[in-house]
C-alpha cells in the first residue's frame, strides 16, 4: 500500500467478463500470487506477505459489455523492488511483451485481457524509456513471481482533466497517496456508471480506525458532492466526474 497523511492506497478494483483468464494473466504474467477467490472477487497479492492488492471483479457478459472507445483506465504502473524479477518474467513468457532498458534493469509493459495497457518496473525514473525487442535474461527455475508489488500511479482518460483534477485535489488536498493523471478524450462510456462495462470500477483507500469519516461526509455534503456513509462510520463511498467509485474504508 502506498501511504501518504490519513491515506493509505489499498487497490484497485477492475470489472472484467472471464475471470479465470484474467486469473492466468496476472498470475503468469505479472508474476502476482492469487490471494482468495470469493464469489465474483478474485484478489492478488504479492509472494512474500508484504501486503501487496490488486482486486478484480468479474462481471458475466449478460451482465456486463466491453466498452465502447476508449476506456476510463489508460495506464496503471506497477512498481517492483527487484528488477531481477522482471526479467525472469519476460523469460518465461510465450507472448513477448515490450521492454525498457533502464540503469537497473528492464521494463515490461503488456496489454491485460480487457485491453488495459500495463508498466511494470523496478526504477526512480521513467523519463527516458526506450523500446528494445530482446533482452539477454536468465531463467530461475524456483521463480514464483513477485516478491512485492506497488500500484505506483494511474493514467485516467476523462472527458474534462481541469474537473478530473478539481475532484481529487478537493477530496486529498496534498495526501492523495497514488500519482493519477488525466488525459483528456472522448467516448461514450467514459461517464457510463461503473457496473456496465468491463472497466476501472474502484479505487479503494484505507483510512486510520480514528480517523473522523463522519466529518469528511459532512464536508462532502456541503461541498455539493454527494457521498454514502454506512450506519457503522466505517465506509465512505462517492463517485468521481468519470463515475469510478471512490471508497474509504477502515
Known amino acids: 500500500m502506498t501511504q501518504s497523511g490519513n491515506f493509505k492506497f489499498h487497490t484497485p478494483i477492475f470489472r472484467v467478463n472471464n475471470r479465470q483468464e484474467n ?3 496476472y498470475q503468469n504474467t505479472l508474476g502476482f500470487k492469487l490471494l482468495t477467490e470469493e464469489n465474483a472477487l478474485a484478489v492478488f497479492t504479492d509472494w512474500t506477505d508484504r501486503n501487496s492488492l490488486f482486486v478484480i471483479e468479474e462481471s458475466p457478459a449478460y451482465r456486463c459489455r466491453a466498452v465502447e472507445g476508449p476506456k476510463k483506465i489508460n495506464k496503471v504502473v506497477i512498481k517492483v523492488s527487484n528488477p531481477l524479477e522482471i526479467e ?9 511483451p515490450r521492454l525498457f532498458p533502464r540503469g537497473k534493469g528492464v521494463c515490461l509493459e503488456t496489454i491485460s485481457p480487457e485491453n488495459g495497457l ?8 521513467l523519463s527516458t524509456l526506450k ?6 535474461v536468465e531463467e ?12 505506483e500511479s494511474l ?10 483534477a478539481f475532484f481529487y485535489d478537493n477530496l486529498f488536498g496534498e495526501e492523495l497517496p497514488l500519482s493519477i493523471h488525466f488525459e483528456k478524450a472522448e467516448g461514450p462510456d467514459l461517464q457510463v456508471s461503473p457496473d ?12 486510520a480506525e480514528d480517523y473522523d469519516l463522519v ?8 461541498e455539493q458532492f454527494s457521498s454514502y456513509l454506512d450506519s457503522k462510520g466505517n465506509l465512505l463511498a462517492l463517485t468521481d466526474m468519470s463515475n469510478i467509485e471512490v471508497w474509504f474504508t477502515k
Open 118 to 125: 500495463i508498466l511494470m518496473h523496478a526504477e526512480d525514473d
Open 88 to 96: 525472469y518474467l519476460w523469460r518465461v513468457m510465450i507472448t513477448k
Open 23 to 25: 486469473i492466468d494473466f
Open 155 to 164: 493514467t485516467l482518460n476523462v472527458v474534462d482533466t481541469a474537473q478530473a
Open 196 to 207: 456496465q462495462t468491463w472497466d476501472l470500477e474502484i479505487l479503494e483507500f484505507k483510512v
Open 215 to 222: 466529518a469528511l461526509h459532512d464536508k462532502l455534503e456541503k
Open 140 to 151: 530461475k527455475e524456483d521463480f514464483k513471481g513477485v516478491s512485492d508489488f506497488t500500484v
Open 131 to 136: 523500446t528494445v525487442e530482446y533482452a539477454d
